[in-house]
């Protein structure tokens, strides 16, 4: 089937190109900015005929930034071809759907779509995708895009268009207001964030992350979020008493009133407790990393660089609560932890294996008669520094009260010293029976 995403150029629209392709889907993209090389770089097409692509697509997905997506749907919906599908990925539902129901032919069905995450992440497991379908206009395709999501381990949840603006207004509305702002603040302040780093909490530090995160991306995107969506006004007004009357009550020193506040909005809450049990979840996933490095101070680790890909092989020499200093072998090289991950052993070793000049060593014994070689050989390829084991010389004397001569090849990790793994495995292989060929 032909999917075409307008907009496939943008980050959301790269993100989707890419699933819809992996799934065996013939992928076409088009966006406005004729970013041909991004097309060529996913290995799909990047359409020169708009609209005759749209009239032979089964699917068109429109993900354009909002404030441009009823004018899209516009324009496209009315040039589809009959029993196709059009989507859109906007984070509002309600204008983007009365545009679909509105322009899109009776046998064109259509379904409001909002992933509820950001193209950084690697796959759909664990992610929700909000589908808002409209009565009697999705029958075909809802069941096919409802179990093509879920197939590929997104949680999916049906709600209406006016629910979801109500509900996104709080989720994401509410919680980018308050980090936007309290990234504003500090500049207001002049604050220092690096500084203030030297005194964090766990909780501090999570919190600061956060603004950051939303401070360091597309300000266009947030700007629609917010304006774009009528019911966020009223959250907002809500918001920003809660906060003028919260200050007016530190102002007078009034120490019950605030508990009362305090204690309403727990019970309003609902579970605190699990609440807890999950941003302890989160500090100790933090801190777990630390501790890790911290007690591998002087022992040989990999990390890898988030950004760049660059994997870091050394010993750890120092530790701190925001860095990492690695002896390379030529010259310290210090990460702020913030931008590598710790590679567990097996990556390393895979690491290993993949970048560095293998060692070769082939070695000869008679194995215990009616041993089998392929046994031995995993064996022998147990060692951690060994990359590689292959059979290569079997020799079996008719006359021999002993087992067969075999030879093997072994390819040892090219840090590794290869005459004391030599030493080794022949030591292993004689301890359980073999003997060295002469």
Known sequence: ??????????????????????NGYDVSVWGSGGKVEIARKMGVEFVPDLDRAISESDIV??????????????????????????????????????AMKEYAPADVEILGTHPMFGPSIPGLHGQIVILTPVEDRCRKWYPVIRSLLEDNGAHIEVISPQEHDRFVSVVQGLTHFAYITIGT?????????????????PVYDIMVDFVGRILGQN??????????????????????????????????????????????????????????????????????????????????????????????????????PRS?????????????????????????????????????????????????????????????????VRLIDTYTCAKSETGPSVTYRIGIIGDANATVVNNEITALLTGIGCRIRG
């Open 324 to 388: 990492v200093v690695l002896s390379t072998g030529t010259k310290p090289v210090s990460l702020k932890l913030e931008n590598v991950r710790l590679l567990s052993p097996e990556e390393l070793r895979q690491w290993k294996a993949d970048n560095l000049r293998e060692h070769s060593r082939d070695i000869s014994f008679i194995i215990p008669k009616g041993a089998d070689p392929e046994i031995i050989r995993g064996i022998i390829a147990a060692d951690r520094n060994v990359i590689s």
């Open 61 to 98: 997905i429109i993900t354009v930034p909002i404030n441009t997506t009823e004018q899209v749907i516009r324009e496209t919906a009315p040039k589809m071809k009959s029993g196709s599908l059009l989507m859109d990925l906007t984070s509002l539902k309600v204008r983007p759907t009365e």
């Open 1 to 22: 089937m032909k999917v075409l995403i307008i907009g496939g150029t943008g980050e959301m629209g790269q993100w989707f190109t890419r699933f819809f392709k992996s």
């Open 219 to 320: 300000p266009y995107l947030y700007a629609f979020i917010q304006m774009e969506n009528p019911e966020v006004l009223k959250v907002h007004d809500a918001f920003m008493q809660e906060c003028s009357e919260m200050s007016e009550i530190v102002r007078k020193q009034d120490v019950e009133s605030f508990i009362s506040r305090m204690k309403e909005a727990a019970v309003h809450f609902g579970d605190t407790s699990a609440a807890l049990r999950r941003s302890d979840k989160l500090i100790n996933s933090k801190i777990a990393e630390l501790d890790e490095l911290v007690n591998s101070i002087g022992m040989e680790k990999g990390l890898r660089h988030i950004y760049s890909d660059v994997v870091h092989v050394g010993t750890v020499k120092k530790v701190t």
């Open 185 to 201: 603040t500090f500049n207001r302040l002049d604050f220092s964030v690096p500084e203030s780093r030297r005194f964090m909490s």
